[in-house]
């Protein structure tokens, strides 16, 4: 296992160099000049050459990037002189937009994200799992055919027409819920969950419409095995069959799905974030990208690139807890 976990580490640290990279270059090799898009527009041609040189964009590409990875591990300094800024550790340099370190951009809009991501992860797993486990279970009855036309209907819905059609429903018509403002949790647990409680279901319907149709196609492959009969034949309760038996066998591709789905979202949920107005990293990413704010836009980009690879190796091994057999 410590070998396993050793190589998985520097596969991971491999992976985020690549990413970090093929970023890195797409933002610096483009047309556009990022020391005009930090200066502004009206800046005079001698001005944007002081900021060029001052943020380092003088040097070599090659050595941009080194600079630019050594500040993410021990920090950098910008710029010269009197006018030299140190950029602490983990450095991803600052904000054209507003000079803040973009560190400190993502630690503060994290919290927004990951609220939004596990509270409609916890939902949709309940709801996806529940309707598609209950749908194997009743295969090809009346109660599997009207899960499953539900299935595609919510599949069918985007995102941000399921988040309008709450908003005005809930909110505009029947006024059960106000309009979602972000609250942390540790100063009213309450208030928290109850302003994220449609951004939460907007989200979960989606996902929990894929995860109904991938668990009742997973269990039912499950429950054929010749293990589930001898189980069975042996005298098991039904439950015991069913959870401990057939549910742990057709979990492992519902945790690689979940892995993807719960990693990407960490890194922020876009259209969901924009349209409820939740201050996330999705919603930052959004107005870096508007305003050619690219050190925001590089920050998140690593920032997903991290969880997406962090949650697969999670996901590897939670392999081994839900089915014993990966082990050998």
């Given at each position: 296992?410590?070998?396993?976990?050793?190589?998985?580490?520097?596969?991971?640290?491999?992976?985020?160099?690549a990413i970090a990279a093929v970023t890195f270059l797409i933002f610096y090799v483009l047309p556009s000049d990022p020391a005009a898009a930090a200066c502004g527009k009206t800046c005079s041609p001698e001005r944007i050459a002081d900021v060029r040189a001052y943020l380092g964009l003088d040097l070599p590409l090659w050595r941009q990037f080194a600079d630019f990875l050594t500040g993410i591990f021990t920090g950098r300094t910008l710029g010269t002189g009197q006018y030299a800024v140190r950029c602490d550790f983990p450095c991803l340099g600052y904000s054209y937009e507003n000079?803040?370190?973009?560190?400190?951009?993502?630690?503060?809009?994290?919290?927004?994200?990951?609220?939004?991501?596990?509270?409609?992860?916890?939902l949709w797993l309940v709801l996806g799992l529940g309707a598609g486990v209950t749908a194997a279970l009743r295969k090809d009855t009346a109660t599997d055919k009207a899960l499953m036309v539900g299935a595609v209907a919510a599949a069918s819905l985007p995102v941000y027409f399921?988040?309008?059609?709450?908003?005005?429903?809930?909110?505009?018509?029947?006024?059960?819920?106000?309009?979602?403002?972000?609250t942390p949790f540790g100063s009213d647990p309450l208030g928290w969950a109850s302003n994220l409680l449609l951004p939460w279901t907007a989200l979960a319907l989606l996902y929990a419409a894929m995860y109904a149709r991938q668990s009742r196609g997973s269990m039912i492959e499950a429950m054929a095995e010749p293990y589930i009969r001898t189980a069975r034949a042996k005298g098991m309760p039904e439950r015991t069959v069913v959870v401990k038996h057939g549910l742990r066998s057709g979990m492992t591709p519902i945790l690689t799905i979940f892995g993807m789905d719960l990693g990407g979202l960490l890194a922020g949920a876009v259209i969901t974030e924009s349209i409820f107005g939740l201050p996330g990293i999705g919603r930052l990413f959004y107005g870096a990208l508007v305003s050619s704010d690219q050190p925001v836009v590089l920050g998140v980009t690593?920032?997903?690139?991290f969880f997406i690879v962090v949650a697969n190796l999670a996901v590897d091994l939670l392999y081994a807890v839900v089915d014993p057999r990966v082990r050998y």
């Open positions: 296992m410590i070998l396993y976990l050793a190589r998985r580490l520097l596969a991971l640290a491999g992976v985020l160099l000079s803040l370190p973009v560190w400190d951009l993502l630690m503060d809009r994290l919290p927004v994200s990951a609220s939004l991501a596990l509270g409609a992860a916890a399921t988040s309008v059609m709450l908003i005005y429903g809930v909110i505009r018509i029947a006024g059960l819920l106000p309009y979602p403002t972000y690593l920032l997903a690139a």
